[in-house]
């Protein structure tokens, strides 16, 4: 249960302080309407992501006895992560400028994270795979991923509007860069563990 938990903890950091629309909004926000309205951006993804864990959950269950087509998700989901790594390595620090946005922040996060295309490629190459392993081992392991994932993804960005609201100048110096290269250490640590995952399933290790 502890690694389910660590994985879901870091996932979540990472998620949550990665540079994407719902960090800008989340900012933007912030920015032009104060810290509840940033706030309440970073609670979208309770709205949004129940719908699509449940679809992915679904089309992978059909899949759960082809472990060959688990392998080849497994991989891509570490592809994925190494993708998430190097964007941390590379993350500049956010440019907290004034923005326009217009308020009813909770609706337009949501649609901001409906329509993008990181929350589907997350649980179908990552989430969902990690989440039916942890399983596997124990159902509440499996809610320990989950919570520690949500937890953290929200709580960053949550912090995040906290930090905008009362300094922005964190954004323009190198605490932020620090904290996404070790974020970007870690995923790259953990893009091993689903290689070694999907080269199991695949039956290339035992």
């Known amino acids: 249960m502890l690694s389910a ?7 979540g950091l990472s998620a949550g302080f990665s540079p994407g629309p719902l960090l800008a909004l989340v900012i933007a926000q912030t920015l032009q ?3 509840r309205e940033g706030i309440r951006v970073a609670f979208a993804p309770f709205l949004t992501d129940v719908p699509i864990v449940l679809l992915v959950v679904l ?3 059909q899949l759960a006895n082809f472990k060959p087509i688990l392998g080849i998700i497994a991989l891509l989901g570490s592809a ?4 998430l790594a190097s964007e941390s390595f590379r993350a500049q620090p956010i440019a907290a400028t004034a923005s326009t946005v217009a308020p ?9 994270n409906l329509f993008s295309p990181h929350p589907y490629l997350f649980w179908f190459t990552v989430g969902a795979p990690t989440l039916f392993k942890a399983w596997s081992e124990a159902p509440f392991a499996a809610v ?3 919570a520690g994932f949500y937890v953290c ?5 949550i912090a995040i509007a906290l930090l905008v609201g009362k300094s922005r100048a964190w954004f323009s110096g190198e605490p932020y860069r620090w904290i996404m290269r070790g974020l970007g250490a870690l995923l790259a640590l953990f893009a091993g563990v689903l290689v070694f995952d999907g080269l199991t399933l695949l039956g290339w290790v035992r």
């Open 153 to 157: 993804l929200v709580g960053s960005k």
């Open 59 to 61: 089309v992978l269950t």
């Open 144 to 146: 320990a991923f989950v």
């Open 5 to 11: 938990l660590i994985a879901g903890l870091l996932l």
């Open 33 to 35: 309407h104060g810290m």
């Open 104 to 112: 009813q922040s909770l609706g337009k996060g949501a649609l901001v």
């Open 80 to 83: 994925f992560v190494l993708y």
